[in-house]
């Protein structure tokens, strides 16, 4: 099993950036495809953004397609989302998530074994 602990959070205007990380422990996730979604108040959760475990293979979301970008670190075991041109849409908790697949990119949150508990992001307008 593996912990993620996710930060970098906050309350930014419209237009800002923020980068969220979300860090691992217990287990490398190296082998893991690691993923981003989000669920905003009265809402399902969504998929964001999800990498393949070796950083080769990325997918996003058509809502955040050319603002966001997911990245890894493997060494630091961490996994970023670089958020800009943030929206008020935007506005939700952010998890990270970890999985073992063989595809390279997980879209469906079911395909994900292991998850954080979130991160406030708010964005004004």
């Known amino acids: 099993q593996v912990q993620l602990v996710e930060s970098g959070g906050g309350l930014v205007q419209a237009g800002g950036s923020l980068r969220l990380s979300c860090a691992a422990s217990?287990?490398?996730?190296?082998?893991?495809?690691m993923g981003w979604f989000r669920q905003a108040p009265g809402k399902e959760r969504e998929f964001v953004a999800a990498?393949?475990?070796?950083?080769?293979?990325?997918s996003t979301a058509d809502s955040v397609r050319g603002r966001f970008t997911i990245s890894r670190d493997n060494a630091k075991n961490t996994v970023y989302l670089q958020m800009n041109s943030l929206k008020p849409e935007d506005t939700a908790v952010y998890y990270c998530?970890?999985?073992?697949?063989?595809?390279?990119?997980?879209?469906?949150?079911?395909?994900?074994?292991?998850w954080g508990q979130g991160t406030q992001v708010t964005v004004s307008s």
């Open positions: 998530a970890a999985g073992v697949s063989t595809v390279a990119t997980i879209i469906r949150s079911t395909g994900y074994t292991d």
């Open positions: 217990g287990r490398t996730i190296s082998t893991y495809a």
């Open positions: 990498i393949s475990w070796s950083g080769g293979s990325t």
